[in-house]
């Protein structure tokens, strides 16, 4: 017959982690836990705070329960480490020092008057950008090998070493003069290029005739 190590009834329940019998799989179930729990709370009601060394206990082994002192201790250590090889340079820490934002001297992009939301026209650029992004994904998935032969990265504004999908007729221009949207989502006016040069590329100077 095995007994429970806490309260010392007739074990219904193996815990492999601890390998120990338990009257119970929950320990909230066991008399001599649920003694405990109520006579903390009952404690908390009536005021009574804990002790310092009694908080750090408690931390310690909650923090135990989930992470080795061990394993924090080396994780600690490999931070310092990679951070002592590597400089860590935010990317959006304005003008000071060397920390430069990866949008430092890009102007924002204004909408021509064509695209204004209160003309209607701005619903159907709206309807026309759309639909090309979808023909542009099924175009980039079925000629992925000749669009990104090297299989590079593509990912959003920002992410170091990230590619876009360039239209290099933009879909404004397309969208101007008419341009079919078969034509805009070809594999011919489809190409790859690094997100900052992308951003450049449609800078609102270049945009207007």
């Known amino acids: ?22 009257c119970h799989k929950r320990p909230q179930k066991c008399p001599t836990v649920r003694e405990k729990i109520g006579k903390a709370n009952k404690e908390a009601l009536t005021g009574r705070t804990l002790t310092v060394e009694h908080r750090e206990a408690i931390s310690s082994g909650l923090t135990d329960r989930i992470v080795s002192k061990e394993t924090r201790e080396k994780i600690s250590q490999s931070n310092i480490e990679h951070w002592q090889e590597n400089i860590r340079i935010p990317w959006n820490k304005g003008k000071k020092g060397m920390q430069i934002p990866w949008n430092k001297g890009l102007k924002k992009q204004e909408s021509l008057e064509i695209l204004s939301r209160d003309d209607e026209a701005y619903s159907n650029f709206q309807k026309y950008r759309n639909r090309i ?35 290099i007729i933009s879909v404004r221009v397309g969208f101007e003069q008419n341009i079919s949207i078969e034509y805009m989502s070809s594999r011919e006016n489809l190409q790859i290029l690094p997100w900052l040069e992308n951003i450049k590329k449609y800078d609102g100077k270049r945009l207007r005739k």
């Open 133 to 167: 992004a979808v023909r542009t994904k099924k175009t980039y998935m079925e000629f992925k090998e000749d669009i990104n032969p090297e299989n590079l990265m593509l990912g959003k504004c920002g992410i170091p070493g990230a590619y876009q999908i360039d239209h």
């Open 1 to 22: 017959m095995n007994y429970c190590h806490r309260c010392g009834l007739p074990a219904t329940y193996y815990i492999e982690s601890k390998e120990k019998w338990a």
